[in-house]
């Protein structure tokens, strides 16, 4: 479920700017080198806006932290949206869509972080009459949020966990397969190993024939293998 934040261009409660509250929060990721210059404008360079004739914003797919806090506004509920600056400080900067309210309200989770996206402020495209890729600025940031709802949430760690016990039964079938293909080498190598058995048994043919007219290279080459077999089990 995808929404704009509301009201991100209004003020709060105690007169401060939410516009500014955005800079701001953008500031502290900037000041802590956290937001890399090869980030910006969603990693496009200006070829690539040329090219593909994009709109971009700056900070367009930077993740930033934001957490949603349920509240009443004249009698009905209201969803506020905090963004979240690099120390972690929540900052007030609009609400959820009122039409949205009702369908997320019981669900949220006011501990828990969500991810947030910053559109808007300045945009890069490319201007065909002047042949190049020009600087817009806009001046208003907007807020952008992607909710997974409890069920959804419980649906991927669902998913996650079955992927998770597919990869553990991989790996186990593997060691079992391992085993058997080491104890299968090792009881030929033991039997036949002087005459290169356990070599035409992995395809190694060449080392095969050696060990077949030099008896597992006097006896040597068939030792060190017995060990190094039995070390891998």
């Known amino acids: 479920m995808e929404f704009k934040v509301k009201g991100t261009s209004y003020c709060n409660e105690d007169g401060e700017k939410r516009q500014e509250i955005i800079q701001k929060v953008i500031k502290t990721y900037i000041d802590n080198e956290s937001i890399e210059k090869e980030e910006l404008y969603d990693g496009n360079t200006n070829k690539d806006i040329k090219d593909y004739d994009l709109k971009v914003s700056i ?90 709802t409890r069920e959804e949430r419980n649906k991927i760690k669902t998913k996650n966990k079955i992927e998770e016990q597919k990869q553990i039964n991989k790996r186990e079938y593997n060691k079992r397969q391992q085993i058997k293909s080491l104890t299968t080498e090792l009881t030929i190598c033991i039997f036949l190993g002087m005459l290169g058995g356990h070599k035409f048994y992995k395809g190694e043919i060449k080392k095969g024939i050696l060990y077949l007219f030099t008896g597992g290279i006097l006896g040597i080459g068939w030792l060190i293998d017995i060990i190094k077999l039995l070390i891998e089990f």
Do not use: H, R
């Open 59 to 148: 900070y367009e797919g930077i993740p930033f932290l934001a957490k949603l806090k349920k509240n009443k506004y004249k009698d009905e509920n209201c969803i506020e949206v905090y963004l979240l600056d690099y120390y972690k400080n929540p900052k007030m900067v609009g609400y959820v869509p009122k039409e949205l309210v009702s369908s997320i309200f019981d669900d949220i989770d006011e501990d828990e972080e969500i991810l947030a996206e910053i559109v808007g402020g300045k945009y890069k495209e490319y201007d065909i009459l002047e042949d190049k890729v020009v600087i817009d600025d806009m001046g208003i940031y907007g807020i952008k949020i992607n909710y997974i």
